[in-house]
């Protein structure tokens, strides 16, 4: 049994994931995992996009090479899709959204991406596919969309996940 939960932090690109894990971490001693990172660092990739100038990951392998690490539990998990995850593995899965088409587009416009990346990511945020994607794969009860506009978000987000945390933690002691 884990004594810390995993969480996922999920969003489309520009939304802020790792900087709520970077605080997360901070404030409740889980550790940031970021899929991109680790992807590079394992070589957990299957091609490249030309088109979309980013790499495809590879997902058994991916899954293959945390598996050890997150079935332990106390990982903020960063990445922009959950669906692959086990629902076994997570504990809550926080969609983080923009919506403000122009913060989000000015957001994505600092990272260079390629004009087709760019608009791929804003439909996706306006679609609101990841949020669908995270009921679609895990109940209903552990998913929760919280907004990533303005700056003082982070604080009261990360201050409501830290709440959720602790009640976690004191749930499992006592079980």
């Given at each position: 049994?884990?004594?810390?939960?995993?969480?996922?932090?999920t969003?489309?690109?520009?939304?802020?994931?790792?900087?709520?894990?970077?605080?997360?971490?901070?404030?409740?001693?889980?550790?940031?995992?970021s899929?991109n990172?680790?992807?590079?660092?394992?070589?957990?990739?299957?091609?490249?996009?030309?088109?979309?100038?980013?790499?495809?990951?590879?997902?058994?392998?991916?899954?293959?090479?945390?598996?050890?690490?997150?079935?332990?539990?106390?990982?903020?998990?960063?990445?922009?899709?959950?669906?692959?995850?086990?629902?076994?593995?997570?504990?809550?899965?926080?969609v983080?959204r923009?919506?403000?088409?122009?913060t989000?587009?000015?957001?994505?416009?600092?990272?260079?991406?390629?004009?087709?990346?760019?608009?791929?990511?804003?439909?996706?945020?306006i679609?609101?596919?990841?949020?669908e994607?995270?009921?679609?794969?895990?109940d209903?009860e552990?998913v929760?969309?919280?907004?990533?506009?303005?700056?003082?978000?982070?604080?009261?987000?990360?201050a409501?996940?830290?709440?959720?945390?602790?009640?976690?933690?004191?749930?499992?002691?006592?079980?």
């Amino acid at each position: 049994m884990r004594e810390s939960p995993n969480v996922i932090i999920t969003g489309t690109p520009g939304v802020g994931k790792t900087v709520h894990c970077e605080q997360l971490a901070q404030d409740t001693g889980l550790r940031h995992l970021s899929i991109n990172k680790i992807a590079k660092e394992r070589n957990c990739f299957e091609t490249y996009d030309q088109e979309l100038e980013t790499w495809v990951v590879d997902e058994d392998k991916l899954l293959d090479a945390i598996e050890d690490e997150v079935l332990q539990g106390g990982y903020l998990i960063d990445w922009h899709a959950c669906d692959l995850f086990p629902k076994s593995w997570i504990d809550l899965v926080v969609v983080l959204r923009c919506p403000s088409t122009s913060t989000h587009y000015d957001r994505l416009s600092t990272r260079a991406y390629p004009e087709s990346k760019l608009q791929e990511n804003l439909d996706s945020e306006i679609f609101g596919v990841l949020l669908e994607e995270a009921h679609e794969s895990f109940d209903e009860e552990i998913v929760v969309e919280l907004n990533s506009e303005k700056d003082d978000d982070v604080e009261s987000n990360c201050a409501r996940i830290s709440t959720w945390v602790e009640s976690w933690k004191r749930t499992q002691a006592e079980n």
